[in-house]
């Protein structure tokens, strides 16, 4: 599970392409974070959880104390979050998660994606069966010394652990949980007193699809096609 997701995650990260874009999507999670559980930090460990993921991708500090400081702001916009489900061509399952301030717009967009490309857009809830929702915390390790991964995920089992990942290579350990365990494992992480570079919920699909090159190209400009737009905040396909 772990190289496949980190393969995946990079290529996401990859086409998200300008700086700009991955900030705005931090920017939402920070937003949303505030409307939710107020903009302290100590009481608010979604907000803790995005601040992290903010620092992972190198987001200014400024960045990310305007973003709390607007979202605080009693006018400021409400995000609503949305996940729209469909197949592209050759049979490929792609989930969408957005978080909008207008949702006929963001149905609009992403069915128009889907018509565009090949593919049509189903009832949400449709593809559920065929990804696993799994809560992934990357741990960073440079730095540390004597990190036992068993003793480790002695610690954590009782908040969720699942399995558990050493990339030497980048100084990441790598753990994964149910998403229903993920508040628990971020309260885990934080009670052994380790640095969380990154945590996400993610959508891994339990099977996959192989495509030819000029197939995979077919999807991929569906592909490229959610992710630009301003109201997705991820995109989860069976593509190999």
Known sequence: MGRAFEKRKARKFAR?????????????????????????TEYNPRLRLAIQNAKSVNMPKDTVEKS??????????NYDEIVYEGYGPFG??????????????SVANVRSYFNKNNGSLGKTGSLDFLFERKGVFTINTEGVDDIDPEDL????????????????????IIIYTDYTDFGNMQKGIESVGLELKSAELERIPNTTTKLTEEQEAQIQKLLDKLE??????NVF????
């Open 16 to 40: 998200w392409g300008k700086v700009a874009k991955l900030f705005t999507r931090i920017g939402k999670e920070i937003a949303m974070a505030v409307k939710e559980g107020g903009p302290d």
């Open 68 to 77: 709390i400081k607007k979202a605080s702001d009693k006018d400021a916009a």
């Open 92 to 105: 490929i399952a792609i989930v969408v998660e957005c978080a909008t301030d207008n949702t006929t717009r």
């Open 153 to 172: 995920e002695l610690q954590l089992i009782d908040y969720g652990a699942e399995e558990i990942e050493v990339d030497e290579d980048q100084h990441e």
């Open 228 to 233: 630009d737009d301003e109201d997705v905040q």
């Open 237 to 240: 396909h069976t593509m190999a």
